[in-house]
């Protein structure tokens, strides 16, 4: 397992600390939404003692379509963001797509993500990285899990140590994605703690047309190799009506499917740790 980082005061993810979930819908569609998937996360987490960080997308600049949802922008879901933070006092993620956002995102977000398809650009991973805040770059499915060490490198040379790296799957021929799971080592020893990404590696990119695809009744199968084969922690979409969601349903997880399904990823990292 990666080295463990501190990601809050109360949350470090990696070697000796528990297993961690990174949590929510794709996109800040409505107040109502996040606040109902915020609400059932933090019953989760404290009902199964696990640490859960709260993520939502203020703005996905990467879709599909001219005409796809983005979300609300920066300022306003910057604004609901810090409103879920302080009602049920959990972390918050959300990625950033230029290195103009990263300060003002960083006032609130409790870690900065980089999405994958951004994962080499240099100002914006430097940028982030100079705020200090905690940095999760997902690994672009383009790349070898080696070839993150270029980017944990551009972020130490701009002062960050707290690194996360997601593996979310690499492209296999059009509209697909598999995962190699060899890549969790390899990026672990890097000295990074690292995320699997259970919901965005059973994407099919583009899939549908105007709009990705999924089949996420694979994310459990995934999720389970993952935590059997050390990851750190798990980064997932949950919506509280998938087929409705504005952005990645067929591949968001129903809110009533978790209890048993991390109830189950618990168990097999624990079962790490006793053997």
């Known amino acids: ?75 306003d879901g910057l604004d ?8 049920f006092e959990l972390p918050v993620i959300s990625d950033i797509h230029t290195a103009e956002q990263a300060q003002p995102a960083a006032e609130v977000l409790d870690i900065l993500q980089i999405p994958a398809f951004l994962c080499r650009q240099t100002d914006l991973l430097m940028a982030a990285a100079r705020t200090g805040k905690p940095v999760n770059v997902k690994k672009g499915q383009f790349l070898a899990p080696w070839d993150m060490a270029n980017v944990v490198e551009k972020l130490a040379e701009a002062g960050s140590r707290q690194v996360l790296l997601t593996e979310r799957g690499a492209m296999f021929g059009y509209n697909n994605l598999v995962v190699d799971f060899r890549s969790l080592k390899i990026m672990q020893d890097l000295g990074c703690p690292v995320v699997f990404d259970a919901t965005h590696s059973i994407q099919l990119p583009g899939g549908a047309g105007t709009s990705s695809s999924g089949r996420r009744e694979f994310a459990p199968v995934l999720s389970r190799a993952a935590v059997a084969a050390g990851a750190d922690a798990l980064f997932m979409e949950v919506h509280p009506n998938p087929d409705k969601a504005r952005c990645d349903g067929p591949n968001s997880l129903p809110l009533d499917s978790l209890y048993e399904f991390v109830s189950e990823l618990i168990s097999i990292r624990q079962a790490l740790v006793d053997k």
Do not use: H, Q
Request: with cysteine; hydrophobic share 45%.
């Open 1 to 75: 397992m990666g080295n463990a980082i501190p990601v809050t005061d109360d949350i470090s993810i990696g070697r000796g600390a528990p297993l961690a979930l990174i949590a929510g819908p794709c996109v800040i569609e409505t107040i109502e939404i996040v606040t109902e998937t915020a609400a059932f996360l933090k019953k989760l987490s404290v009902d199964l003692n696990i640490p859960i960080i709260f993520k939502a997308s203020y703005d996905k600049a990467n879709r599909t379509s001219i005409r796809s949802f983005r979300g609300p922008g920066l300022t």
């Open 80 to 87: 609901i963001l810090a409103g879920i933070k302080r009602e």
